[in-house]
């Protein structure tokens, strides 16, 4: 029985360490501090790291994410930082678990830059919860165009 007994320990120790990092349940507006510091945490992931190698120039600005964790995946919903006074959207699922969203366009010209980075941040712990990395195409400007 002790076996089976510190089996029991082991498998709840190492489920309850499994998952993803807990998100906020609400929105809130976060400090100025508390802005920094996610930016601060998305530029130092290796997905921000590696494409900064490449690419100096860049551009942040701080947003809100629900993710929704399913069984094999996840739902994600973007939305701006003032929906802390919007609202929630009536999309977003009552599971969602919310993150700021620390977006960086990376490369030049700011207008277009060659990367997108979303790094997915519960500010109250730290913990990055996803990255996504979007590579950007110019598009051909159509005739006749002029900026």
């Not at 709840?12 to 945490?41: N, Y």
């Not at 195409?137 to 005739?143: D, E, G, R, S, W």
Request: net charge negative; with cysteine; charged share 20%.
């Amino acid at each position: 029985w002790l076996a089976i007994s510190l089996l029991v320990v082991v498998v709840l120790l190492v489920g309850g360490c499994a998952g993803h990092p807990k998100g906020m349940k609400s929105l809130r507006w976060l400090t100025d501090a508390e802005k920094e510091r996610v930016i601060e945490i998305a530029l130092n992931t290796p997905e921000a790291l590696s494409l900064l190698e490449k690419e100096s120039q860049y551009e942040t600005s701080v947003n809100w994410v629900a993710i929704n964790w399913l069984k094999n995946g996840m739902a994600i919903c973007g939305f701006d930082y003032e929906c802390v006074d919007k609202g929630i959207p009536a999309t977003v699922p009552e599971s969602a678990e919310f993150y700021s969203q620390v977006e960086i366009y990376i490369g030049e010209p700011a207008y277009y830059p060659k990367y997108l980075l979303r790094v997915a941040i519960n500010p109250d712990t730290g913990e990055v919860a996803h990255v996504q990395q979007h590579g950007l195409k110019k598009l051909p400007t159509a005739p006749g165009y002029t900026k």
